[in-house]
């Protein structure tokens, strides 16, 4: 599949390319071309129509046009005869007048023919003036104008070469470019098309782990309708759990649904979050005499945020959860809630096995566990971390951890409310 969106990426992103290089080759080739001709054509225009004949001779009004020796000039009759105004270029008559025989007539617009290897621009201007007699016998109708136009045409040509050549090496450049480029657009596509592929993966695992557990157990219910509630009670029990674990996978992993479809909104308002991590920190109090732990708060009063209070509420829950799924008997558990300046600072630190050096790139995976700080055995799904940085970075905060070996510490930073007032 990403072979082949490769190739359309490469031919579109190419034809793209290929379109803008023709468009702006084609407008250059059009102004250069424009250029070299307008000034030719004016100066014909202009010596074609800056003269007339009185009595018999050619007179010039003032100022007199400058002379360019590439122009001829021609005098057509009403019954077609041509005369060259140009005494002095006599010997170039016959092949001009074989030139401009099959020109428009009273057509202002150039015309180009070629003769003996050569080319010529011609453009026709009628005569203008009441005096049209040249002699008895020639009434004048048209004044011809021509020009040789080798120079002009030949550099085109060269133009027009070069335009090809780098149509042809701008072709393999583009392609290589095109393709490249595509490859680099295809990267974080498909880097997330793999991490979808993995999270459905991990997600299906997760999921069939409670699902046979209730269905084997409600199974071996059904094997023996005899038996009282009593005389089931374990089997109920590991239904009931395996439940309560299915609908907290459930609801973690509809968290991060919504997080990726950037549909999960914060309420965001003023609160204590001082009051948070207290209420926090208290309902975990009795887990100090379960897992005989000991559970040491630091929180300093009066810490305003701008926040929502139900996910920095998730977030000491989950920080806290972890704590003790992984501190063993006799540990110590500290936790702390500070500011400076512009951030608030929470702290979460214990004495437990810690996180391999290897695995700490990772400890913010979604279903990531590693082989001694995340087992399965403690019940977690290998989703909390991962809500855990969505709602640090949610409130434009940073989360970080370090394990030099044995214990673990997470550290949190929060804008506070005036901090955020200020962005």
């Not at 001009?96 to 617009?109: G, S």
């Not at 308002?269 to 630091?298: C, M």
């Not at 855990?388 to 951890?401: D, F, N, P, R, Y």
Request: glycine share 6%.
């Amino acid at each position: 599949m990403f072979t082949s969106t490769l190739r359309k990426l490469t031919a579109l992103i190419s034809l793209v390319f290929l379109l803008i290089f023709i468009i702006f080759t084609s407008i250059f080739y059009g102004y250069i071309s424009y250029g070299l001709f307008d000034k030719i054509d004016e100066a014909m225009r202009l010596q074609a129509s800056s003269f007339q004949f009185v009595n018999g001779r050619v007179q010039f009004p003032r100022p007199r046009p400058l002379f360019d020796p590439r122009i001829f000039l021609l005098m057509r009759s009403t019954d077609g005869n041509i005369v060259n105004i140009s005494p002095f270029r006599i010997e170039e008559n016959n092949y001009l007048a074989e030139i401009v025989a099959r020109t428009n007539t009273n057509v202002e617009e150039p015309e180009i023919r070629e003769y003996e290897n050569h080319v010529y621009r011609i453009v026709t201007v009628p005569y203008r003036y009441e005096n049209k007699l040249y002699n008895d016998e020639f009434v004048i109708r048209e004044v011809i104008a021509v020009s040789i136009v080798d120079p002009e045409v030949g550099l085109l040509n060269n133009l027009l070469w070069i335009i090809v050549g780098g149509l042809i090496i701008g072709m393999v450049s583009i392609i290589v470019a095109s393709y490249f480029l595509a490859r680099r657009a295809m990267i974080p596509i498909q880097a997330a098309w793999e991490k979808q592929q993995q999270f459905v993966a991990d997600a299906s695992h997760e999921l069939r782990s409670p699902i046979t557990g209730i269905h084997s157990n409600a199974e071996l219910m059904l094997r023996h309708p005899q038996q009282t509630i009593e005389e089931q009670s374990h089997r109920i029990t590991t239904i009931m759990k395996e439940s309560s674990r299915m609908t907290k996978l459930i609801s973690s992993l509809l968290t991060l649904a919504r997080s990726d479809a950037d549909k999960a909104e914060l309420q965001l308002a003023p609160l204590d979050f001082s009051e948070v991590v207290e209420a926090v920190a208290e309902h975990f109090k009795p887990l100090e005499e379960i897992n005989k732990v000991s559970l040491t708060i630091q929180v300093k009063k009066g810490i305003e945020l701008v926040a929502d209070k139900e996910r920095l509420h998730q977030l000491i829950v989950i920080l806290l959860d972890n704590a003790f799924k992984y501190t063993p008997e006799g540990g110590q558990i500290f936790l702390s809630c500070d500011h400076d300046d512009k951030y608030a600072l929470v702290v979460v630190q214990d004495s437990g096995c810690g996180i391999a050096a290897e695995h700490i790139p990772h400890i913010f995976d979604r279903f990531f566990r590693g082989d001694k700080a995340r087992s399965r055995d403690k019940g977690g799904t290998g989703l909390g971390l991962a809500i855990a940085k969505w709602i640090v970075e949610k409130h434009g905060g940073k989360i970080s951890v370090e394990s030099p070996g044995k214990g673990t510490t997470f550290q949190v930073t929060i804008p506070l409310a005036k901090a955020r007032k200020e962005r």
